[in-house]
């Protein structure tokens, strides 16, 4: 089935701004994987004084919805503070794109985490700011809350379909959710949240069990 684009995803995929590499950036990220299909950088130039975003830009490995919601964020952020730049949603910029379908909204979740994450390592490098990016249940549930199922556009949690985290003392993780083995977008799912655990460096095996 043709997946059908609203005519500003269009405009910003044929069209994207901000597209490129900013040379010795005040802070960078890069999120998702090409082996899943799309990954995503932005980098940014930020006043020292004020913390206000003076240039962003983006590059992008994937589908139209991924350049066109990069596209997207990086006009939202411009010239925003980092505080402002981080209330960034993704449900506000499918919304600034016409809205996207149901199983690319995962590509605006996408376009968010990485404004964010560079926004982070800002904030580490240049504020000296310190976060608990720890292996335990609140940070899990935060990188669950990014797990977009594909049928609706919503998050696994917000939807609550998860219905465990659990932790072991040899950092196992084991999540229980509730969806049946037949589920067209339980693949998808599954990789989405090996890829996104899998980024703490202490993690050990991953077990999703359906419920």
Same mark, same amino acid.
């Not at 975003?53 to 994937?62: A, L, N, R, V």
């Given at each position: 089935?043709a997946?059908?684009y609203?005519?500003? /995803?269009i405009e910003?995929?044929?069209?994207?701004?901000? /597209?490129?590499?900013?040379?010795? @950036?005040?802070?960078?990220?890069?999120?998702?994987? @090409?082996?899943?299909?799309?990954?995503l950088?932005?980098?940014?130039k930020?006043?020292?004084?004020?913390?206000r #975003?003076?240039? #962003?830009? +983006?590059?992008?490995?994937?589908c139209?919805?991924?350049?066109?919601?990069?596209?997207? #964020?990086?006009?939202?952020?411009?010239?925003?503070?980092?505080?402002?730049?981080?209330?960034?949603?993704?449900?506000?910029?499918?919304?600034?794109l016409?809205?996207? @379908?149901?199983v690319?909204?995962?590509?605006?979740?996408?376009?968010?985490?990485?404004?964010?994450s560079a926004? =982070?390592y800002?904030?580490?490098?240049?504020?000296?700011?310190?976060?608990?990016?720890?292996?335990?249940?609140?940070?899990i549930?935060?990188?669950?809350?990014?797990?977009?199922?594909?049928?609706?556009?919503v998050?696994? %949690?917000?939807?609550?379909?998860?219905?465990?985290?659990?932790?072991?003392?040899?950092?196992? %993780?084991?999540?229980?959710i509730?969806? =049946? =083995?037949?589920?067209?977008?339980?693949?998808?799912?599954?990789?989405?949240?090996?890829?996104?655990?899998?980024? +703490?460096?202490?993690?050990?095996?991953? =077990?999703?069990?359906?419920i």
């Open positions: 089935m997946i059908k609203s005519e500003k /995803v910003h995929f044929q069209n994207p701004h901000n /597209v490129g590499k900013i040379e010795n @950036p005040d802070a960078e990220a890069t999120e998702g994987s @090409p082996a899943c299909g799309d990954q950088s932005v980098y940014l930020v006043d020292p004084e004020s913390h #975003i003076k240039d #962003i830009k +983006f590059q992008s490995y994937g139209a919805s991924n350049i066109a919601t990069a596209s997207i #964020i990086t006009d939202l952020a411009t010239n925003k503070t980092i505080e402002e730049a981080k209330k960034i949603t993704w449900n506000q910029a499918a919304d600034e016409g809205g996207l @379908p149901p690319k909204m995962h590509c605006s979740v996408l376009a968010v985490d990485a404004l964010r926004i =982070k800002y904030e580490k490098k240049h504020l000296g700011k310190k976060f608990d990016e720890g292996l335990n249940k609140k940070n549930e935060n990188e669950l809350n990014k797990v977009i199922y594909g049928k609706i556009g998050d696994i %949690v917000s939807l609550r379909l998860v219905k465990y985290i659990g932790v072991d003392e040899k950092n196992n %993780v084991l999540i229980e509730v969806l =049946k =083995k037949d589920d067209p977008f339980l693949e998808d799912l599954q990789h989405e949240i090996n890829e996104r655990l899998g980024k +703490f460096p202490d993690i050990g095996e991953i =077990k999703i069990s359906l």
